[in-house]
C-alpha cells in the first residue's frame, strides 16, 4: 500500500483505539505489481491473533502457509489455480488444481503474487457474527475502498466458511 494510504490506514485505527490489528493488502507489493494477474481475497477477518500487536500480513503470510492455516492453503491454490486458468485461457480440472494445491513452491510463488483484505482489522479468539462483520464494514469501509481502489486486482474472491 501507498503511504498516503497507509498513513490513513492506521491513523483511522488509532482513532478507533485499536492497538492491535493487522496490516493487510498485497503479500509482496513488487510481485503484486509486477503481475498480470493479480488475484485480492476479501476475506471477514483474521483471529487468534490476540495480544500480537500489529500484525504486517507481508511478514507473516509465508509462515502461515508453512503452518497449514486453513484460509492461507485454500486461499493460496485458489490463487494459483485462478492464475494458471488465465495465463492458459482455460479452467484448471479438478485434477490440475489438486496437484497444484501440492506443490509447495507454486503456492509460494502465488502467495508472492496475491493480496488479502480483512474486513474486521483486529483480531479475537473466533469468529464475530455476520452483524459484527457488517459493522466493521461500516466502519472500515473509507479504508477498505481505498485498499482497493489502490490494490486494482484483476480478481476479487470475496472468502468465508461458505466457500471452501
Known amino acids: 500500500m501507498g503511504f498516503i494510504v497507509m498513513t490513513n490506514y492506521e491513523k483511522h485505527l488509532g482513532d478507533r483505539g485499536l492497538a492491535e490489528y493487522i496490516i493487510d493488502g498485497a503479500v509482496n507489493p513488487a510481485k503484486w505489481a509486477g503481475s498480470n494477474v493479480r488475484v485480492l481475497f476479501l476475506l471477514k477477518e483474521t483471529y487468534g491473533y490476540q495480544d500480537c500487536g500489529i500484525i504486517r500480513i507481508e511478514e507473516c503470510a509465508h509462515s502461515w502457509l508453512d503452518a497449514n492455516i486453513k484460509t492461507y492453503v485454500r486461499a493460496t491454490s485458489l490463487a494459483a489455480a ?42 479475537v479468539e473466533s469468529t464475530s457474527d455476520n452483524r459484527e462483520i457488517r459493522q466493521e464494514s461500516q466502519r472500515n469501509a473509507p479504508i477498505l475502498n481505498a485498499q482497493i481502489r489502490e490494490l486494482r486486482p484483476t480478481v476479487i474472491v470475496a472468502g468465508g466458511d461458505v466457500c471452501w
Do not use: C, N, Y
Open 82 to 123: 485462478i492464475e494458471r486458468g488465465f495465463q492458459r485461457s482455460l479452467p484448471l480440472s479438478p485434477g490440475e488444481i489438486e496437484l497444484l494445491s501440492k506443490d509447495s513452491t507454486a503456492l509460494h510463488a502465488a502467495l508472492d503474487r496475491m493480496a488479502v483484505i480483512d474486513i474486521k482489522k483486529h483480531s
